[in-house]
């Protein structure tokens, strides 16, 4: 996790990972599923992100989507709830 967390700092400029993001990040990126359920402004985002950033050939940019693609089919039902949806 110290190579998250310098890249928490170096991208994002904080120093430490808010609540529960550190255990969602470790999950991730064990290859394990998890939920994440925060409020807005809570820091889902950088659940996501860091992670994308640290796993080779994944473009953060669509980490988010290419994970909604990856879990959807071999017997997974996924839902994704944002307020994107409705802009």
């Known amino acids: ?3 998250a967390r310098q890249m928490l700092q ?3 400029g ?3 990972f808010r609540q529960g993001q550190a255990q ?3 999950q991730t990126l064990r290859g394990q599923s ?3 359920v925060m409020p807005t402004g809570g820091g ?3 659940c996501y992100q860091i992670p994308a950033l640290m796993l080779e050939g994944v473009n953060h940019r669509n ?3 290419d994970f909604t693609d990856a ?3 071999g017997g997974f039902t996924y839902s994704e709830y944002s307020s994107s949806l409705y802009q």
């Open 63 to 65: 980490f988010a989507s």
């Open 44 to 46: 889902k985002s950088i």
């Open 10 to 12: 170096h991208h994002f």
């Open 1 to 3: 996790m110290e190579q």
């Open 71 to 73: 879990r959807s089919g």
């Open 14 to 16: 904080y120093d430490t």
């Open 24 to 26: 969602i990040i470790e």
């Open 34 to 36: 998890s939920l994440c």
